[in-house]
């Protein structure tokens, strides 16, 4: 007979400590509260704090179970600094959530077209997106392996895994802004996929697990043209919402998924079923 409150336990985080990185961002914050949800604790990271005060003050959580660091990702120093302040904060790390990206502080240099793309802005991109990764799972796999293992779970993206449907960007837009999916961020995106494989493998040994969240689109900002044309494209006939990405993202932190490593799982809609 099946005992479902000892399959369910396994998807409890109690005592457990998540880093999260890119918390302040929608998924980010998505993150944070389904991992608070289940009782873990969480260090909540990014390089830009505004408004996660006031966020963070209207979550129902025991006292202690969330902190805020800031950090920039693509700066050695500075994340270990920031790892370092949270084993301090919480003893040790569990889990980490390597989720930090950017669209750059300029929206109109990061939509720019291929043929006139900066160089600068190309590196801005991938100095997160991939380098912010490499730094970050440097800087906590020992600590991992201090505590006998752990899980890392890192986001890609649909377009890491196939290129974009050019069409459905005519006249799309995002928070008023005429928009294209640059090559950086498929470029990027691929790169975590790859990257995800290669520690999957290197730190097996050590009980450190690390697997893949592949997210399609997912609804946040772009206008009713993008959303037709994007959902169009969807067997489901529609885009994510981000909490849809939660579940599995808590699965893959868990101890529900401890023979699960090196694996690229999407949450698309079936998109990547056509």
């Known amino acids: 007979m099946v005992n479902t409150m000892k399959i369910l336990k396994k998807f409890c985080l109690d005592e457990k400590v998540a880093l999260v990185t890119g918390g302040s961002g929608l998924l980010g914050r998505k993150i944070c509260e389904g991992l608070l949800d289940v009782g873990a604790f969480v260090a909540l990271i990014d390089v830009n704090l505004n408004e996660i005060e006031e966020w963070s003050a209207q979550l129902d959580i025991k006292k202690g179970q969330l902190s805020i660091f800031e950090c920039d990702v693509s700066s050695d120093r500075s994340v270990k600094l920031c790892v370092d302040a949270v084993v301090k904060t919480f003893g040790h790390i569990d889990i980490l959530f390597n989720n930090a990206a950017t669209k750059t502080a300029n929206l109109h240099d990061f939509f720019e077209s291929f043929e006139k793309y900066s160089i600068d802005v190309w590196r801005q991109v991938m100095s997160v997106n991939i380098d912010g990764m490499f730094l970050m799972a440097q800087a906590v ?134």
């Open 141 to 274: 796999g020992p600590h991992m392996i201090k505590v006998g293992g752990g899980s890392i779970v890192q986001t890609s993206s649909i377009y890491g895994l196939s290129g974009p449907d050019n069409r459905i960007y005519k006249g799309s837009e995002y928070l008023g802004m005429e928009i294209n999916s640059p090559a950086v961020y498929s470029a990027s995106k691929a790169a975590v996929v790859g990257f995800t494989k290669w520690l999957a493998t290197y730190w097996a040994s050590k009980e450190i697990r690390v697997n893949c969240l592949v997210p399609g689109g997912v609804s946040s900002g772009q206008n009713s043209v993008f959303s037709k044309a994007y959902s169009d494209r969807i067997p489901m006939g529609r885009m994510a919402f981000p909490s849809e990405l939660i579940p599995l993202a808590i699965y893959l932190a868990s101890d529900a998924s401890t023979y699960v490593t090196g694996q690229v799982i999407s949450v698309d809609g079936g998109l990547s079923a056509w």
